[in-house]
């Protein structure tokens, strides 16, 4: 969802020699980010009365703003230029920033149409507090791209814009699941540059622990939510839950292994990086999902692998084209299909959703 | 595209409000139609004029004309089946083509 305008060869920031003393945004970052649209009347119709106790505690607490203030540069901030940069962990960090900016401009968007076309009071507040703490992380990211010379291009919004559709409960799963793995994606790293402060090559990662706090009293939201209608986790929608589950693990895997100059540099072991942020997810989940993905089973980590192969494998036949790698690719993609289905297939762990949703994010 | 082949589209021009805010505290982006014209799954907005742009530090809105078109039953209905599975994009590590290869999608939006 990502992509820099003018285009560029692959390394859109690499052999670029930017003036260290101005912020000018030399290159474009155009977000193009998704639009959609829901059943707003079923949003409506949400009851969290079963739920009332804590979520009016969590609705007062996001109101009190605690982050407030907390994104600012402080003297904890190392002024740092694109050219601060190694060279071949330039595209990746870029890209790292985009797709975070993308990814918080996308919920923000999201959540304020919830929140606007929606009539129920509860949900009308809780939309209109996630939408501006996801506004506040884009703002946040946009001004780091700026000091590499990078500003965003809204061109998207003089095009043609198709609105999607999301159910509501898949909504619920998905922005769900994405606030909790981006909680402990953000706890991960942080944990691992306090151990080894001189592998922090940016900045912005000493913010992470308060960032992925909002992230953590979001995904807290939605579990009441799923939880005040305890229908969303049971019978068939538990099959929905475990498809969720493995498409987010599955992509989080792939896309990891994508960015190796980035996890290089970092000096994090990506494999072990992602089963310790699937580790953090699944003790995360446990508020309400009925089921977790088994991570020790010995045919999930190879699976993944594979499946990480074969994405590898479809981006190659991509770029090479011609009517010999389509055919390729038609194949590799039944293959990650078939694999897919394998990992769906794994047995889950059984999960007893507690009686109080309300987590502490410990890790 | 679907609705062309059925000869279904059915198009509405309205008001608009474009709303930016790209400061440091805050970076977004909203349309909001002015007489209160609700945007429906597989339909199609297009904001006119001039591509929009907001200097660092400001907040502005625009005043502007859009056209949002109508998706057409047999449109509405596959974008009802099929929409969910877009919703990757909310994560951090959004699985989009061209991610690592910055010109695909610029080319797409050019074209």
């Known amino acids: 969802m990502n992509a820099h305008n003018p285009p560029a060869t692959g390394k859109p920031v690499a052999d670029r020699k930017l003036n260290e003393t101005t912020k000018m945004a030399q290159e474009n970052t155009l977000l193009s980010p998704r639009f959609y649209t829901t059943d707003f009347d079923e949003l409506d119709r949400m009851d969290v009365s079963s739920v009332r106790e804590e979520w009016d505690e969590l609705i007062a607490s996001m109101r009190s703003d605690p982050n407030k203030g907390h ?46 076309r929606g009539t129920n009071e509860d949900i009308k507040e809780l939309f209109s507090y996630m939408s501006r703490d996801e506004a506040r992380h884009a703002g946040f990211i946009n001004d780091s791209l700026r000091d590499f010379g990078i500003g965003v291009n809204l061109g998207f919004l003089t095009k043609t814009k198709k609105y999607t559709y999301f159910k509501p409960k898949f909504i619920f799963y998905a922005t769900y699941l994405s606030e909790k793995i981006g909680y402990a994606r953000y706890i991960t790293i942080f944990r691992h540059f306090e151990r080894h402060p001189d592998k922090r090559f940016h900045p912005i990662f000493k913010w992470f622990e308060q960032w992925c706090n909002d992230e953590f009293s979001h995904g807290e939201a939605f579990s009441l939510l799923m939880r005040s209608n305890p229908k969303l986790l049971q019978g068939r929608n538990k099959l929905w839950i475990k498809f969720f589950l493995c498409a987010v693990y599955a992509t989080m895997f792939v896309r990891d292994h994508a960015r190796p100059e980035f996890h290089k540099a970092a000096g994090l072991d990506i494999e072990e990086y992602d089963m310790r942020v699937f580790e953090i997810t699944n003790e995360c989940t446990r508020q309400c999902f009925p089921l977790m993905l088994d991570l020790e089973h010995p045919a ?9 192969e074969l994405a590898i494998a479809i981006d190659q036949a991509n770029q090479k084209g011609g009517v010999f790698n389509r055919i390729k690719k038609v194949g590799l993609q039944l293959a990650v299909a078939s694999k897919f289905l394998r990992l769906y297939t794994l047995p889950t762990k059984k999960n007893d959703i507690p009686a109080i949703s309300r987590m502490v994010p410990a890790w | 595209m679907l609705n062309k082949l059925l ?25 909001r139609f002015n007489d209160g014209t609700t945007v429906n799954p597989g339909d199609e907005v297009v904001v006119h004029g001039r591509p929009i742009e907001v200097p660092y530090g400001e907040t502005q809105s625009f005043e502007r004309r859009a056209t949002v078109k109508r998706a057409g039953a047999v449109e509405r209905l596959w974008t009802r089946a099929t929409g969910d599975f877009e919703f990757m994009e909310l994560c951090e590590f959004s699985f989009s083509q061209g991610a690592l290869r910055p010109g695909a999608l610029a080319e797409e939006y050019t074209s």
């Open chain 1, 71 to 116: 994104f600012k540069r402080n003297e904890e901030w190392d002024d740092i230029t694109i050219d601060d940069v190694p060279v071949e962990l330039r595209t990746e960090l870029v890209d790292f920033l985009v797709s975070s900016l993308t990814a918080e401009f996308s919920g923000c968007v999201l959540y304020k149409e919830m929140k606007r």
């Open chain 1, 300 to 308: 999930f980590l190879p699976t993944m692998r594979r499946i990480n």
């Open chain 2, 7 to 31: 000869g279904t589209q059915k198009q509405e021009d309205v008001d608009c409000t474009v709303t930016i805010v790209n400061t440091f505290e805050s970076l977004e982006a909203h349309v």
